[in-house]
Structures are given as C-alpha cells and as structure tokens.
C-alpha cells in the first residue's frame, strides 16, 4: 500500500498580508499529480487543515475541491484535527463523509477506532488538549504525554485484537522536533513536548504540527507544511512523505518536494550596500525579511528597498555595535507636545527630525488638538 503523508495546510493563512490562496492551490494541484503518478491509494492529513476555527469562504471551497479531487482520482482520505482546527466543526458529517471515502477524526473518543482500508488499521488522534480530556480519561496528570500515552495504550490494544498493520495519524510535539516561528504554543504548564516512545507498536506515525519535515525514527516523521509560513523556514524544502507499506510493515519512505509559488529569503546589512551588491539579484523576486544595520535609522527604507526587492515585507532595524545607549526617558509633563514628538523621533531613529518631518507632527499635532475639542 501507498500512503502520501501531509499535513499543516493552514488552508485561509496570509504571510505578512499577502494572501497564499494560490500557493496553497499549487499545492493540491500537485498533490492530485503526485496521487495519480504514484498511484497513491491513503492520503494521511495529520491535522491543521485550516488556519482557525472559523476559515474564510474560500479556504473552506479550495478544501471542498482538494477533497473531491483526491476521492475522484481513487485514493481514500483519513484527515484528524489540529490544534489549529475547530475539531467540531471539521468533523460534522463524519460518518458520511466516511462513506464517500474521506474519513475525519476529531472527537477524541474515536481514537482507538481505526478506518480499515485494505489490511491496514489506521488509527486517528486528533490533536488533544489535555484539559479537555484529562477528566473523561482520569488521567493522572495534565499534560500532552499523558494524553497521547493513553490514546496510545487503547490503540495498541485494538490493533493487537485484529492483527493488522497500523498507521497511527497524530498532531504533536514529540520530544526532540524542530521548531518553526508559524507554530502556536501548544505548552501546558510550560511543557509541550511528548516523547517518542509515546508512538511504540505503530508501523507508520504520520506526525503533524511542526512546520520542518523531519524524520523523528525511520517509522515516525513530520511532514511539515507544504508551503513557508514563517522566514524562520527559509532554506526548508517543503512536501510529503510517500510511505510504502508491505506485508510486514513500513517498507520505505520517499520525500516528495512541492512547488514554490515564490520562494522566501533574508538578507542583512547597510541599505545602501543592499541595493547596489550584484550578489542579491538571486532574490530580487523573493518574499523578504530585511534587517538594516545602518547605525543611523535610513529614511524611507522600505520604499527604497523596494525599489529593487519588490517583495520585501518585514523590515528590521539592529544598529551595527548594539543598541544606542539608554536614555533616560524624556518628561513630558508641562512641555509642549511637539517638542516631546520631536524627542521620540531622534530617540527611535537616532537622528533629529528634519524640518519637513517638524511640520508634518505639527500638522498632525493640530489636527488632534481639532478634533478634541469638536468631538
């Protein structure tokens, strides 16, 4: 058996503002490619379908046609929530869906039932909050590896009652993955992480959460998100694990790269040197994260830098030989109000206001005073 482990899609995410509709439609596209050339027959989605609980319209109608695409093209479909997904809304119509052959495990009770495709069990636990289900498990402590370790535990059991190989879906951090910025805290008490041994008895564990593919054991991987949604994943390559499965269990694993819409990158340095340096034409059409460190804050540096990099769209300042030394802060009380904006401006930029920048804060600095006492 064939089964293309993904996960993460964020399906309704921006990156800084600018919409990822069509990166994310690339990505189905290629996904249904991959099926068809590979002849997949399980695609595994371990949780993070959606960006949040409540998905604009048109996230919800590209997940509408990704799943009508996969069924239409003969693979079977086995999605869990994450922590990212409204578990209650993503699971109306399981049981119906099911039957179309895309089959949602959202409801923690259904973790130890297993969707059975041919002789393989898989077995799906959504992403658990150990609040939640600490009680109606009587679990002994608050955490994720509580959680995770009785889900587990019934898993194990059913799949030693049938006999059958296993693929164990899950939403977790396990001990030792690297980390993304686009992840949300799921730490409880300060502790997130749940340990790999947690996994023990499954033939394949499809993880989900962590934005990095990485291989945690040769049975138990991350496939990480299909595009970049964070400058922290910079030099990632992004895809699916397409895991083969034979009569004795997991039998290989490649990494199927996805495409890159448009790729991200950072660069660093004086503005001026950024903009002439011959050696960053290669990113001249790359989403940008930009850190200046010109010790005196430039004026109008975005649009200069975009002048030449289009598509930056995070702008930093760190001063070459750290920060300016601190200043003990300005009193304000019984001085004039342009004179306190006139502080903040050399304070922050490390430079005097000019006087076209003086007359614009009292402009702005009338047309308060305006509107307060015509309010």
Known sequence: MRVLHTSDWHLGRTFHRE?????????????????????????????????????????????????RRLVAAGAQVVIISGNHDSATRLG????????????????????????TI?????????????????GPWELAERSHSAAIGHAMARVRADAAARGTRSVVLAHAFVTGGRASD?????????VAHVPVTAFDGADYVALGHLHGSQRMTETMRYSGSPIAYSFSEAGQVKGSWLVELGPGGMTG???????????????????????ADPRHAAVE???????????????????????????TLALSFEPEGGDAPARAPARSAGRPDIEVALDFVRDVRGEPADEQERRLLEQALAACRLKETTA
Do not use: N
């Not at 690339?26 to 590979?38: I, K, M, Q, S, Y």
């Not at 041919?118 to 600490?134: A, D, M, N, Q, T």
């Open 92 to 115: 109306f119509g399981t049981d119906l869906m099911g039957a179309a052959g895309v089959h949602l495990r959202t409801d923690p009770a259904r973790a130890w039932e297993p969707v």
């Open 118 to 134: 041919g002789e393989v069990s898989f077995y799906g636990i959504p992403y658990l909050e150990p609040e939640l289900v600490r």
């Open 182 to 190: 686009s992840e949300r805290d799921i730490s409880v008490g300060g």
């Open 285 to 311: 059409e790359h989403w940008l994260q930009v850190t200046l460190t010109d010790p005196i804050r430039p004026k109008a540096a975005m649009e200069r830098l975009r002048a030449r990099f289009p598509h």
């Open 19 to 67: 919409s990822l509709l069509g990166a994310q439609g690339a990505f189905v596209d290629h996904l249904l490619e991959t099926v068809r050339a590979e002849r997949v027959e399980v695609v595994a989605i371990a949780g993070d379908l959606y960006d949040r609980a409540l998905p604009p319209v048109d996230a919800v109608a590209l997940c509408d046609e990704a799943l």
């Open 253 to 275: 694993a490649e990494f199927v790269p996805a495409p890159v819409p448009r790729p991200i990158g950072r660069l660093r340095g004086r503005l001026a040197d950024l903009l």
